[in-house]
């Protein structure tokens, strides 16, 4: 077995990441769902409808990799003396590249031995309409000051969300897009804008540091990663709030929960906080990715917040209780607003979802129609 027969699989299965461990065979995440290397393409459509990990297949079908073999086989991609540091604790990454695709490797110690964790570069950003996100988030793009900010959890795509909706941007405005990323996940090539990307520890030591050269490299429109710590918090609401268009993520489960957290990040005194985001704030939403009623494939669920006078309002006021926001969404659906639970009764009665996925998410489940 070669790096470079994995890194195949990964484009044939269209996989987006590959999990290397001693003690276990090779396995791909495909729709979201974890599968072994030689699992059949029927079973792996059964994970996708069911979701979960459809666990290891028997031992003649695919081996587990041994410490030596997973040496030997990181070894035909990547530099010895990056490896030696491994060994010892220190992790790296690296870009691998086959048949024209990039993949990012991410390269670590797991009791006792060398781990990776690689994941593909798509070759094409989706479009708005690839992704099948509500007309809100193309009217969005149109802003030209504020924040925008995508929240969910990990693996909701948020990152190919906000890529997306810069992408639309680049194609359809002149502007001048500055992102601080951490990895890069799509490769975003000057259209009608002009589009510089950074890589956090590879191009610059921070995303604070990144977000300090962009307010004195003339940008338009910055996308930071992600807000994780109070000064990225602060930096980008600062640019939000000097006129410029941010897009950022966060982990969080709701609009409410994402407000939370950034109003915690920014601190005391709170009613400043609690200002600077009802003037600057554009749109809160938080996204789940769930599987599709078909064969294969995942859908976006969103909840959607937006700055209309009286969300600002409320914001400024301190009025973001779930039940008051809530309300709030749903008093105006005709602005893009919506629950999560709207979107999911939508997501369903279109056929788009399976009452079950819808159900096993839904709050008021009450809502769904007998069926």
């Not at 666990?55 to 410490?67: C, H, I, M, Q």
């Not at 969300?161 to 359809?172: A, F, G, K, P, V």
Request: aromatic share 2%; hydrophobic share 40%; with cysteine.
């Amino acid at each position: 077995m070669e790096l470079d027969s994995l890194l195949a699989q990964m484009i044939e299965r269209n996989a987006s990441d590959l999990h290397l461990a001693a003690g276990v065979p090779p396995v791909f995440r495909v729709d979201g769902n974890l599968v072994t290397a030689q699992t059949p393409p029927a079973e792996i459509i059964e994970a996708s409808r069911l979701g979960g990990y459809l666990g290891r297949p028997p031992a003649d079908r695919v081996p587990n990799l041994t410490p030596e073999d997973l040496d030997a086989l990181l070894q035909t991609g990547l530099p010895e003396d990056k490896l030696a540091g491994a060994r010892r604790g220190s992790d790296f990454s690296a870009t691998l590249r086959h048949d024209g695709r990039t993949f990012r490797c991410q390269v670590f110690r797991e009791r006792g031995h060398l781990a990776a964790a690689i994941r593909v570069i798509p070759d094409r950003i989706p479009t708005l309409d690839d992704l099948h996100l509500p007309p809100v988030f193309e009217t969005l793009t149109q802003s030209k000051r504020g924040l925008i900010l995508l929240a969910g959890p990990t693996g909701s795509g948020k990152s190919t969300t906000l890529l997306s909706m810069l992408d639309h941007i680049n194609r359809t405005r002149v502007e001048r897009i500055y992102t601080v990323e951490d990895p890069i996940q799509y490769v975003l090539p000057s259209r009608l804008s002009l589009v510089t990307q950074r890589v956090v520890w590879e191009d610059v030591e921070s995303y604070e540091r990144g977000l300090l050269s962009a307010m004195e490299s003339d940008p338009d429109v910055v996308l930071v990663g992600e807000l994780r710590v109070p000064e990225t918090a602060r930096l980008a609401l600062e640019l939000a709030d000097t006129g410029h268009l941010v897009f950022s993520q966060m982990t969080a489960e709701t609009v409410a929960d994402a407000l939370a957290r950034l109003l915690a990040l920014l601190g005391e005194p709170r009613d400043s906080a609690q200002r600077l985001l009802a003037r600057t704030m554009q749109a809160v939403i938080v996204q789940r990715l769930l599987p599709r009623d078909a064969p294969t494939g995942r859908v976006a669920a969103n909840e959607i917040l937006l700055a209309t006078p009286r969300v600002r309002q409320m914001i400024a006021d301190g009025q973001t209780d779930p039940s008051l926001l809530a309300l709030a969404m749903e008093a105006s659906p005709q602005s893009g607003m919506q629950t999560m639970d709207d979107a999911l009764l939508g997501l369903h009665a279109a056929g788009v979802i399976s009452r079950e996925a819808a159900e096993g998410h839904l709050k008021e489940k009450g809502r769904l129609p007998a069926g």
